[in-house]
């Protein structure tokens, strides 16, 4: 089964307009329902209508998800421009991700992660063929933390981060920097790539580092692998320094320790080689002499002199931060077990600006910052129940999926009872039952479950 695109009315890009899908390739009959953002039409192929020219890109907008706690077995035939969340589905044309946009399952042909977009889980390649492309589009590089890719995929620019996944057919890197990855595949390029590499074909290259090591066996800072050399068992050159160019008590050849000051205890402000790294003699971070607190060997942390986290020796200014390794967001200086974070006019959640001021946590809605305490929330256009979006009314009331609700509630069907004159009419299942007096009477009605009020309506006829 297949259900058609063409455009009507609205936006002519957008997917969440019922008005432009059709259950016939002539585009003569309307859609009863928007395919795969709510579980409906979760088995129909997806394409575009007779006389459609070209392959149009339809936009998923910011807060809509694709597949969010249903499977999906259809396939989508045309191109996507993603800025919602996608959990499910399989799709043959490109897909597009950027700024809000999340991919967290499905399998694609050809995808396209940029200006922030995220990757985080899915299959990339059919066959070994397909692509993914991560790149900056302008307003930041793309964001691929994991998955599997069977098909090419290019890596261009250092502002991508690429954290994790499994490349397993041909990996391009342009002055990329790709960690945490295993690779079966080639890789060739320039950059730097690092992961287990051990099944994976190399082109050397003095440009392309792979775990530290470039083709000819030189780290960034042109030493070879065997470096340092010249240093006896206690780690001293034949000068009495260590590689941080510190003798066994702690001074450089200027006389001066880490923290830029002499024996005498005098404070050097032209230090000809300030020290910025982690001293092990302290067992803490310097940068440029200066000891910062809170920083591990690597430069990061939250640093409690500045009241920031610290990247790589870099103070970023934020107070919090996504932490990929534990899926949860680290807020001053604490792990806060959370994956959403307020920042005071959007929610961030997954690592992404969400755009909105609510957002699901799994057991209630959380609004402008704080807990609401309920299952349910209306945005001012859709009625979302337990992080679904539904059909429902402003009041949580109506028929979703075959369910009936009053204010966010299901309603068991045996009590919903209606009367008129003196005869009462009960629904429980497929079956109504009349009652009139002493006298009752009951009939299957396989209709019945849709959950139509119009057919208890007519029963009382």
């Known amino acids: 089964m297949t259900l058609y695109w063409k455009y009507v009315a609205g936006s002519d890009n957008d997917w969440n307009n019922v008005l432009n899908w059709f259950t016939d390739a002539a585009a003569t009959v309307q859609a009863d329902y928007v395919p795969w953002i709510t579980n409906h039409y979760t088995g129909y192929d997806l394409a575009l209508a007779t006389g459609v020219i070209g392959s149009p890109t339809i936009m998923l907008n910011s807060g809509e998800s694709i597949g969010d706690g249903f499977a999906i077995t ?70 691929v933390t994991g998955g599997t890719f069977n098909g090419s995929f290019y890596v261009g620019g250092a502002t991508n981060t690429v954290s994790g996944g499994l490349l397993a057919g041909s990996v391009n890197l342009t002055n990329a920097v790709v960690t945490g990855v295993v690779c079966t595949g080639t890789i060739s390029g320039t950059g730097s790539i690092d992961g287990d590499v051990s099944e994976a074909t190399i082109t050397p290259s003095d440009l392309l580092y792979v775990n530290g090591y470039n083709g000819s066996g030189f780290d960034v800072n042109g030493h070879p692998a065997t470096w340092p050399l010249g240093y006896d068992v206690n780690g001293y050159d034949v000068n009495g320094y260590d590689v941080n160019g510190f003798d066994v008590n702690g001074y450089n050849q200027y006389g001066y320790n880490s923290l830029g000051f002499n024996e ?198």
């Open 264 to 461: 005498s205890g005098e404070f050097s402000q032209d230090l000809q080689n300030p020290y910025t790294g982690w001293d092990a003699g302290t067992s803490a971070y310097y940068l440029g002499g200066y000891l910062c607190h809170g920083l591990d060997q690597n430069g990061n942390g939250w640093n409690t002199d500045t009241s920031s986290y610290w990247f790589v020796g870099w103070d970023s200014g934020a107070t919090y931060y996504w932490n990929y390794s534990t899926q949860t967001y680290q807020v001053y200086g604490s792990d806060s077990e959370l994956n959403y974070y307020w920042n005071w006019s959007t929610y961030l959640v997954g690592g992404s600006d969400s755009g909105l001021i609510y957002c699901w946590d799994g057991d209630s809605y959380q609004v402008s910052g704080s807990d609401s305490g309920l299952n349910y929330y209306f945005d001012g256009y859709y009625f979302y129940l337990r992080g679904v979006q539904t059909v429902l009314d402003a009041n949580g009331t109506g028929y979703d999926s075959g369910i009936y609700y009053e204010a966010g509630v299901e309603t068991a069907w045996s009590s919903l009872t209606k009367s008129g004159e003196d005869v009462t009419a009960t629904i429980d299942g497929t079956s109504i039952t009349l009652t009139y007096g002493a006298f009752s009477f009951t009939k299957t009605v396989p209709e019945l479950a849709g959950g139509s009020s119009d057919i208890l309506g007519a029963g009382l006829l």
């Open 74 to 143: 259809g396939s989508c035939g045309f191109d996507i421009k993603q800025r919602g969340t996608i959990y499910a589905g399989t799709y043959v044309g490109f897909v597009y991700v950027d700024f809000s946009g999340v991919i967290q399952g499905g399998s694609y042909y050809r995808v396209d992660v940029y200006n922030c977009g995220v990757f985080n889980n899915g299959t990339v390649g059919f066959g070994g063929f397909g692509a993914i492309y991560v790149w900056d589009g302008g307003d930041g590089g793309g964001i």
